[in-house]
């Protein structure tokens, strides 16, 4: 046998979990992405989108998308660098930077790859990145393709971040980069905090606020708004894959910084911008945001109730205060009976295993649309409770 095919014959997990009927992914959804969706030909109840806002489905922004379609056509058959540069990505940046406060903002085709060509362009070997241990893998790769010193601090400990900031040479670039809502277990780091030690220690902040935008701030316009530190955090980095209802991703920063970047980042040069669709859903979803400000006022009432009814049910929920509900199974394989068992219920949530997270800390990633009812949530709580029961997590 080859040696490539030698050494992936090891890897046999799939397999030992379809043996076991309880393999949890690439579940087919046949319906839109909506509270109720479609699978196997029945209904199920959506627990595990990231649409935080709801608005995936909404009809103008759909339409809007229809629209861009009919004018600009389906792709844009190059990269934003060359030819691959529609007016309407100009109007969505300039869009962007308006409504998140900042004088620039660069699209990418993912949040993926505004990470990974952010961090990797901006630090360098004798650079520093210090970043949380929960932060999002696309920052973690970002740093690796820097080659610059890595410097983990433990998950929203300000005493380690100072700890890590500390060894760095003063006169040397620090990049500090955080999640905003950590977006496996839901919670908020400590921003204002983090502001502080930048400022004492001559370092820049970059805020990742893929799970922020569209739950916090005015309008949803994320974490860093609602603490009122725009102009304190030097890059704000935003996808358009969740609460925007589209795909791409955006950073969000001076002048001089895009600058750089627009001619640097090797993510953003050597691939295709993103399509007319994409880019006019996201717009749409934009303007409805700041237009209906009762989506996130609901997806609170949601949150705060679904919060409540975990913990009284006893159910394990850790620091969440947000839309992202992680139950806490701590096991691999019973995590993903549960999953299977909630699906037959007609509950969809996502299962979080090894090495996503530590074995001990494998959990079920309960997650709020604003377009969820209370009788939806209602439902999913009674049937986890059951769930939960019946694989002796709770009493
Ligand atoms: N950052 C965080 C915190 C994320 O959770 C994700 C997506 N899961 C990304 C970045 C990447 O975003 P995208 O889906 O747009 O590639």
């Known amino acids: 046998m080859k040696l490539l095919q030698s050494k992936l014959a ?57 629209e861009a379609i009919r004018k600009y056509g389906t792709g844009c058959a190059g990269s934003p660098f060359l030819n691959g540069t529609l007016d309407l990505h100009k109007k969505l940046e300039q869009r962007i930077a308006e409504y998140i406060g900042k004088e620039d903002v660069m699209i990418y085709s993912t949040g993926f790859e505004v990470n990974l060509g952010v961090v990797s362009t901006l630090t360098g070997r004798e650079d520093y990145v210090i970043f949380d241990e929960q932060d999002h893998a696309s920052i973690i790769d970002g740093r690796r393709l820097s080659y610059s010193h890595a410097l983990k601090y433990k998950h929203n400990d300000m005493q380690s971040l100072e700890q890590q900031l500390k060894k760095c040479d003063p006169d040397k670039v620090k990049l500090i980069v955080s999640d905003s809502v950590f977006s496996m277990e839901g ?81 953003y040069i050597f691939t295709a911008s993103i399509t007319p669709a994409s880019t006019a859903a996201a717009l749409a979803a934009i303007d409805l945001m700041e237009q209906e400000p009762e989506r996130q006022e609901n997806l609170w009432k949601l949150t705060h109730y679904a919060l409540d009814g975990f913990r009284n049910m006893g159910i394990e929920i850790g620091n969440t205060s947000t839309p992202i509900i992680p139950l806490f199974v701590r096991d691999n394989y019973k995590t993903f009976t549960i999953t299977r068992d909630l699906l037959e219920e007609g509950i969809f949530v996502n299962p979080v295993v090894s090495p996503a997270v530590a074995p001990h800390d494998t ?33």
Request: some cysteine.
């Open 187 to 267: 919670d908020v780091a400590n921003i204002p905090e983090m502001v502080k030690l930048a400022k004492q220690y001559n370092a820049s902040v970059m805020i990742d606020e893929a799970h922020g935008i569209g739950v916090f701030g005015k309008g949803g316009r994320g974490v860093v708004d609602h603490y009122g530190l725009t102009d304190d955090v030097d890059l704000i980095m935003g996808t358009f894959s969740k609460s925007f209802a589209s795909l791409g991703g955006f950073i969000a920063t001076d002048k001089e910084i895009t600058n750089f970047l627009r001619h640097h980042s090797r993510s």
């Open 10 to 66: 090891k890897y046999t997990e799939p397999q030992k979990a379809k043996a076991l009927g309880v393999y949890p992914y690439f579940r087919a959804i046949e319906s839109e992405q909506d509270p109720e969706v479609i699978m196997d030909g029945k209904k199920v109840l959506m627990f595990g989108s990231n649409c935080y806002s709801g608005l995936v489905n909404h009809p103008k922004v759909k339409e809007a998308a229809i």
């Open 363 to 395: 959990l079920i990633r309960f997650s709020l649309m604003a377009t969820h009812t209370m009788e939806q949530v209602t439902t999913a709580l009674e049937k986890i409770q059951k769930v939960f029961r019946a694989n002796g997590i709770i009493d």
